[in-house]
């Protein structure tokens, strides 16, 4: 299967899954190898003859979405985001304030905020394999290279090569497996971490299906951060930008 193929196989599939094709422009290799693998799972030569079984059995469809998951993360990914969270937001919240992290994948950007100060972080994911990960709470010195060296030696203990969460920052965290596109965790929350997840691959309609959602699971004054490189969708109600704080928004009434 080669690249052009699969991309023109993503572009006529992700409409159907109410995703777009330009959020998956960077990491579609990722999928393209899980689509290959379905491939020869399914004992089917090419994707010509993939796109007839998705139309033939619909049950198909479900099993594509779970392909199309990108599960990329790391510590403090972005860190202009992370620094304004520390001094400009979370000051902001009051003490203890309540959070969650949609899309937390195997734990980086929860963990990451458990250690910025005394939160509560209910952390969902629609894949269980990432989540598991996410609980273990060890990882390779790859995934810690951005964290600043304090936020490191406050959170982690070393085991040989690997790091593993420390038990009062694992104890901060909750992680629960739940599809951000079926509604919002038991709230109300004062921080919603929505990051490279709704706002890169949905399109936009779900865009704005979720942001409703996560408006609706925010107290007034709350905030929601998104990715570095994102943006709320045209039509998105009950947010404001947040002053001194890139990809944050305050919730208003």
């Excluded at 998956?24 to 379905?38: L, S, W, Y």
Aim: glycine letters at 8%; a neutral charge; hydrophobic letters at 45%.
């Amino acid at each position: 299967m080669s690249d052009a193929d699969c991309v023109a196989f993503l572009q006529w599939a992700l409409p159907r899954l109410r995703l777009r094709w330009a959020g998956f422009r960077r990491p579609r290799r990722q999928v393209c190898r899980r689509v290959a693998a379905r491939l020869r799972e399914l004992g089917l030569p090419d994707l010509a003859s993939y796109r007839g079984c998705l139309e033939s059995q619909p049950a198909e469809w479900e099993v594509l979405d779970r392909l199309c998951r990108v599960t990329i993360s790391r510590f403090y990914r972005d860190r202009a985001v992370w620094e304004a969270l520390a001094g400009e937001v979370l000051p902001a919240l009051g003490p203890e304030p309540r959070a969650w992290s949609a899309g937390c994948a195997s734990g980086e950007e929860p963990y990451t905020l458990a250690l910025l100060g005394e939160l509560h972080v209910v952390a969902t994911d629609v894949d269980e394999t990432v989540l598991r990960r996410a609980r273990e709470g060890v990882y390779a010195a790859g995934s810690l290279k951005e964290l600043p060296p304090e936020l490191l030696a406050r959170g982690f203990v070393q085991e040989g090569a690997r790091w593993r969460v420390g038990p009062e920052i694992a104890a901060r965290v909750a992680f629960l497996r739940h599809d951000v596109r079926a509604g919002a965790p038991d709230g109300p929350f004062e921080l919603v971490l929505c990051r490279n997840l709704a706002f890169t691959y949905f399109d936009e309609e779900l865009q704005r299906e979720v942001a409703a959602t996560l408006a609706g699971a925010l107290l007034p004054g709350g905030a929601l951060v998104l990715g570095a490189h994102e943006r709320l969708p045209a039509g998105a109600a009950g947010f404001e930008p947040w002053a001194g704080a890139p990809c944050a928004h305050r919730r208003i009434p």
